[in-house]
């Protein structure tokens, strides 16, 4: 008996020191994930193999449903559906590109906008594409979407001929950046949009009704994704591009880098930030940074003794380290934010201030304010969840214990962090950690309105977005902001001006500190060509239309 | 140690005494080595801030200049993503991770076991009543129940280790009622009822001291399971408040860093295992020294 369980022992010991010192990592694990049978026998062509692209993401699917998909999935749903319009990445020559809609105008008060459709566009399931299949996708998703405050400027949407649409809006409001979201802007075959008003499980086996180049053939739930390209699509198909893409669905970022470096996959959506480095010297692999779209930002609870007083949080703003901050929490992967609002990403600008950081102005300014010696402290929460939070909340205590400032870090899982914030004043957190980014590219009415724009009479003055966590109320703010964005069509410039005035008093005022922009990394074989990143899109990750082999 | 030592007194000696438990853990050099790992690490978790190089860093203070260093000689374990020594975290990391856990199986077994011997020995509706309350807890998968008292009670380590207490002690409840059962039946038991003894003087001289075996395996074996699922809970949040440190929590924490710094997750991992090895080795052994049927 004993000597069994001592062998048995040191096998372990055995199997922990091989996982653990494997750091070289040329093999994979069995992880095996290799498609089903099901895939390979069913539609051979005679011509030459599959052109066959494997992809490992950690997306998981909430929905197949393209109205109600506003999680994870809209990676793939990039590749199965599409909008009116999509959104270059910042500095292309045209801003958008048009998809479904050819051409289209506003009138000069930014209350109509006319879409000219593409013409000879066909649905998976057989469906012509026209302006009554348009009409009743945008009124499925002003009803009930995921997403569907986004319309919210919108009176109604009318059919004006076959192939032309006509949006009324009660407001002016850029509805060429809201149509180009990548939430609640599908255009969805009627057919479809009917057989899941009958049957809401109707997506549920991964059927879809949309008009991209790639349609869903099968679906594991938690495994595998297989997708076959649309013979019928209207951009038509060049010898190269993938005829199937399987997609292994990985939840763990070390996974899917063993999965990548043991040839198992073509492409990893999530490699460990602190592992590019292996890739960075591999010949096989080029490794691409980019700006992104998400942002960390930390709300003050300004309804909590002393954080109702600027001074103070303006000593706190000065006493965060911002630079350990990016190098332990980012694995040097972001820069210090300017505001709210992340680069790249309208009404992003560089005149807007920032914190640096500088313990002895902390210092002066706390007792400035009657603390001469910090002696309060902070509850701070963050999602446990999240490994970057996690990794630099304890850099903040450090540094505010350095001015007498006690922070007591807890950790909670993003949904109990959210319930806490919104609950009793009292017991609510003195300060939040939070990731953010937009819904679509405009983060002048997203970010800029949904984290600092307070709404009510009595406080906690929450927004309806409910992202306020600051629970901060500023007139000059909102009436700043209510000009800014009632500006955005009629009058670009002067919105720009009055958005980044809001933004300077916001970071003046100091309802939060804003840590830093965060960069994306992507590892692409040498082996594919074709990757072209959309910072508009962070989480479609690849258009697998846009992919080949290179020559 | 004893003035006695020397002196063979030719008389049946009782196997349950303390200096017998030791001979025969001496004679045994797997129980030995084991005996000798647990008390190390419990003396190492009782004075860890003395033993370690940097308690202050052990504690959870930072030191971004160091990040992610190799084992070294300065090193031994390599420092963690905020610089923190890893060694010093390891040991202070004991205390929640091992005496912890040793607290909650203690403090379940002095609930469980006895209730356990009064259902099996009482029978009746006494046995329906304590049976049916184990049965509402055993119906939930014992960390999911403690999660969902943990995070009743709030955050912390003293309420985690509150909430595995109540989760595990029915199990100690259902073995010893189960044991009972059988020893009812025993001639030793029958024999103290018929000239009258007291049923609770049975329970607890004659009844309890013969679960010990079969309880004590569990409790060494539980004893892995409770530092996991009190690394489970720090890990939602709800044991060991970060930046304080916790074996589990750290080799959690040092997952993602697997590959290339496999420093961070492999040591706390190397000392869970190694004092789960050496509480189940023990608990070999205890065994077989209490067990009634084994003189030796």
Redesign the interface.
């Known amino acids: 008996?004993?000597k069994k369980?001592?062998v048995l022992?040191l096998l372990?010991?055995a199997a922990?020191l091989m996982?653990?010192?494997?750091?070289a990592?040329t093999q994979a694990p069995a992880v095996a994930s290799q498609p089903p049978a099901t895939q390979a026998p069913t539609a051979i062509p005679p011509t030459p193999a599959p052109l066959v692209l494997k992809i490992a993401n950690t997306a998981n699917v909430t929905t197949w449903d393209p109205v109600l998909s506003f999680s994870t999935e809209a990676a793939y749903m990039a590749n199965v559906y599409e909008q009116l319009l999509r959104i270059n990445p910042p500095g292309s020559a045209q801003k958008f590109t048009p998809l479904l809609a050819q051409s289209w105008d506003a009138s000069a008060d930014g209350l109509t906008w006319t879409f000219h459709l593409r013409q000879g566009v066909k649905f998976h399931d057989g469906e012509t594409m026209n302006a009554a299949a348009v009409k009743k996708s945008i009124d499925a998703e002003r009803d009930h979407a995921g997403a569907s405050f986004i319309w919210a400027p919108v009176k109604s949407v009318d059919v004006v001929d076959d192939y032309t649409v006509k949006f009324t809006l009660s407001y002016a409001a850029p509805l060429d950046l809201i149509a180009s979201s990548l939430y609640g802007t599908w255009i969805v075959s009627p057919k479809a949009l009917d057989a899941v008003a009958a049957n809401p499980k109707y997506y549920d086996s991964g059927v879809d009704g949309g008009t991209g180049p790639y349609t869903i053939q099968s679906y594991t739930p938690d495994q595998q994704i297989v997708f076959s390209r649309f013979d019928d699509y209207w951009g038509g198909w060049k010898p190269g591009q993938y005829d199937k893409v399987l997609v292994n669905i990985v939840p763990?970022?070390?996974t899917q880098?063993?999965m990548l470096s043991g040839g198992q996959v073509d492409l990893a959506e999530r490699i460990?930030p602190?592992?590019l480095?292996?890739f960075q010297n591999n010949p096989n692999f080029t490794v691409d940074t980019e700006p992104s779209f998400f942002n960390y930002v930390g709300f003050f609870n300004t309804l909590h003794k002393p954080l109702d007083d600027p001074k103070v949080r303006q000593a706190l703003s000065y006493a965060i380290?911002y630079g350990?901050i990016i190098?332990?929490g980012a694995q040097g992967l972001g820069t210090q934010s300017r505001g709210p609002v992340p680069q790249g990403v309208f009404p992003w600008s560089p005149d807007v201030n920032q914190y640096t950081y500088d313990l002895a102005k902390a210092k002066q300014l706390l007792s400035d304010a009657g603390h001469p010696n910090g002696g309060f402290s902070i509850n701070l929460t963050y999602a446990?969840e999240n490994?970057s939070e996690?990794?630099f909340?304890?850099?903040i205590?450090?540094s505010f214990s350095q001015i007498g400032v006690n922070v007591?870090?807890?950790?909670?899982?993003f949904n109990?962090q959210w319930e806490l914030a919104k609950g009793d004043i009292a017991k609510q957190q003195d300060m939040f950690l939070l990731l953010y980014w937009p819904t679509y590219s405009d983060a002048g009415s997203d970010n800029l309105w949904s984290m600092f724009y307070g709404t009510g009479d009595k406080p906690p003055y929450l927004n309806a977005t409910n992202f306020n966590l600051s629970y901060w109320k500023n007139d000059d703010y909102n009436k700043l902001l209510d000009t800014a964005i009632g500006e955005e069509v009629t009058n670009p410039t002067d919105s720009q001006a009055q958005f980044v005035k809001a933004m300077n008093l916001l970071v003046d005022q100091a309802p939060g500190v804003f840590f830093y922009d965060t960069k994306a990394a992507f590892v692409i074989p040498k082996s594919i060509a074709g990757f072209k990143y959309n910072l508009n899109y962070p989480f479609v990750y690849y258009f697998f239309y846009d992919l080949h082999p290179a020559q | 140690m004893e003035i006695d030592t020397t002196v063979s007194v030719p008389q049946v000696e009782s196997t349950r005494t303390f200096r017998h438990v030791l001979a025969v853990i001496a004679r045994?050099p797997?129980?030995l080595a084991s005996t000798i790992v647990i008390v190390l690490f419990v003396l190492i978790a009782l004075f860890a801030y003395q033993v370690a190089p940097h308690p202050d860093e052990g504690a959870?203070?930072?030191n971004?200049s160091n990040?992610?260093l190799a084992p070294s000689w300065d090193h031994p374990f390599g420092t963690d993503?905020?610089g923190r020594d890893m060694l010093s975290r390891v040991i202070i990391g004991a205390q929640p991770a091992l005496i912890v856990p040793i607290g909650v199986v203690l403090f379940a077994v002095l609930i469980g076991a006895p209730l356990g011997a009064i259902a099996g020995y009482k029978g009746g509706w006494v046995d329906e009543i304590i049976m049916r309350v184990t049965d509402l807890f055993l119906a939930f998968p014992s960390l999911l129940l403690a999660m969902a008292i943990a995070?009743a009670l709030g955050?912390g380590l003293d309420k985690a280790a509150i909430a595995l207490v109540v989760s595990w002690w029915p199990w100690y409840t259902r073995l010893t009622r189960g044991v009972t059962i059988s020893l009812k039946e025993r001639y030793f038991v029958e024999a103290a009822q018929a000239v009258g003894v007291n049923d609770w003087v049975i329970i607890a001289r004659h009844i309890l001291p013969n679960t010990i075996s079969p309880v004590l395996v569990q409790a060494t074996v539980d004893l892995g399971t409770v530092i996991l699922a009190m690394g489970g809970l720090a890990?939602?949040?709800l044991g060991t408040?970060?930046?304080a440190p916790d074996w589990g929590l750290m080799v959690s924490?040092g997952?993602?860093?697997?590959?290339?710094?496999?420093?961070i997750?492999?040591f706390p991992?190397?000392a869970i295992?190694v004092v789960v090895?050496a509480f189940?080795?023990l608990g070999?052994t205890l065994r077989d020294i209490f067990d009634p049927r084994q003189y030796r």
Do not use: H
């Open positions: 008996m004993n369980l001592l022992s372990l010991v922990v996982t653990s010192c494997g750091s990592a763990e970022a070390t880098e063993q460990p602190q592992d480095g292996n380290p350990d190098k332990i446990s490994d996690a990794a909340a304890p850099l205590k450090d007591t870090l807890t950790p909670m899982p109990q | 045994d797997l129980s959870g203070k930072t971004v990040t992610m993503l905020l995070s955050r890990f939602l949040g408040q970060p930046p924490d997952r993602t860093y697997i590959l290339n710094q496999w420093w997750a492999t991992g190397i295992f090895l189940n080795l070999d």
